[in-house]
Nanobody
Framework: QVQLVESGGGLVQAGGSLRLSCAAS????????MGWFRQAPGKKREFVAAINWSGSSTYYTDSVKGRFTVSRDNAKNTLSLQMNSLKPEDTAVYYC????????????????????WGQGTQVTVSS
């Protein structure tokens, strides 16, 4: 089992930036695919971005393409999400998740594939 802890959330004005981090511990290894999901108040949790085990493959939901960048540092067991040009509709609790997966991401992965989840970090974007 992998333990995941997110950090970096906060309150930011529209147009601003935040960088989320996710620290992994436990049975970690570079063969884990990792993803970011988010859940806004009253809405279902949705996929945001994913990155494969080597960092060579990334995939984003359409609403964040060109604004968010997912990256990972396997030596430090960390996952990051750089969020630029933030909008009020980006307000949500952001979760990182991992799955045992050696492939690439070319379509939206379902939540059920990910078996380890962090506790979430709140991102609030004011207008």
């Amino acid at each position: 089992q992998v333990q995941l802890v997110e950090s970096g959330g906060g309150l930011v004005q529209a147009g601003g930036s935040l960088r989320l981090s996710c620290a992994a511990s436990g049975r970690t290894g570079s063969w884990y695919g990792m993803g970011w999901f988010r859940q806004a108040p009253g809405k279902k949790r949705e996929f945001v971005a994913a990155i494969n085990w080597s960092g060579s493959s990334t995939y984003y939901t359409d609403s964040v393409k060109g604004r968010f960048t997912v990256s990972r540092d396997n030596a430090k067991n960390t996952l990051s999400l750089q969020m630029n040009s933030l909008k009020p509709e980006d307000t949500a609790v952001y979760y990182c998740a991992s799955e045992v997966y050696r492939g690439s991401y070319s379509y939206t992965p379902t939540e059920g594939r990910f078996d380890s989840w962090g506790q979430g970090t709140q991102v609030t974007v004011s207008s």
